[in-house]
């Protein structure tokens, strides 16, 4: 904000230099008009594109929207380090928010928070169980462990308003990490973020206006997803270090 405060100060700056420029050529032609008239012709073939030369018209500055979130809440996170990198079963979002097809949305909306964390290989395997209709802690743990894994995570979508381009788009998640081997808890967090719908705000010469993403409810989604991933990264690296040393010295997980 504080940026384009600047701008439209330096910007109203050239404008009043423009306006005295055209008053001291109008007081030195004469009355004529004829300086006037071949400096407006010459602006009109040299004006760059989304600019123009009259004065009375006004340009426009363009510029993405962005995801507006806090920082990541965690309730819960282990005190020791993994002994091995975990291998995870994630569940689909239940809804704590009465929106229509609740149930749907939080599918989807979890399924773009596995896709994000598989491309960010927070889990060496990390399994997306779309066959499963709802979650529950006690059937998460039973079914992760039925299928050999290590851990099973799963969550609530607590709140989802999709504005579109006429109003914000806000999701707010929680995220729940079980071991399947004890059934204790061992990581609890939650995060949120918002995207403001477009806006033009109208200055002196010019007007500024935000852009939109194709996706708002999926840049939202990216964004939070890799926020919450960071912590569980943090925790495993130790673990992915080592992996890589041993195969750069030839150890035993090197082929």
Not at 20 to 41: I, N, Q
Request: charged share 20%; with cysteine; proline share 5%.
């Amino acid at each position: 904000m504080r940026y384009l405060q600047q701008f439209v100060y330096i910007a109203f700056f050239i404008y009043m230099l423009m306006i005295s420029a055209c008053s001291g050529a109008r007081s030195g032609d004469g009355g004529e008009g004829g300086f006037m008239d071949s400096v407006k012709e010459s602006a009109s073939h040299i004006a760059p594109d989304g600019y123009s030369s009259s004065l009375t018209s006004t340009s426009q500055i363009v510029w993405d929207q962005w995801v507006r979130k806090g920082a990541v809440q965690v309730y819960v996170h282990p005190k020791e380090e993994p002994v091995v990198e975990p291998t995870a079963l994630f569940f689909p979002f239940m809804p704590k928010v009465d929106i229509p097809q609740g149930q749907h949305i939080s599918r989807e909306l979890s399924r773009l928070v596995w896709q994000s964390w598989v491309a960010d290989e927070v889990f060496p395997v990390i399994e997306f169980a779309d066959y499963v209709e709802y979650y529950t802690p006690q059937r998460a743990i039973a079914l992760a462990r039925q299928r050999g894994a290590d851990l099973a995570i799963g969550g609530y979508i607590t709140n989802y308003m999709a504005g579109g381009s006429v109003s914000d788009t806000y999701v707010a998640m929680q995220l729940e990490v079980y071991d399947t081997v004890t059934g204790a808890l061992v990581w609890s967090m939650a995060h949120a973020g918002m995207m403001q719908s477009e806006q033009t705000r109208d200055y002196i010469i010019f007007s500024a206006r935000t852009r939109l993403p194709s996706d708002p409810t999926g840049a939202i989604m990216q964004a939070l997803s890799r926020d919450m991933g960071k912590p569980i990264l943090a925790w495993t690296e130790p673990l992915r270090r080592a992996e890589k040393e041993a195969e750069a010295t030839g150890g035993d997980k090197a082929f």
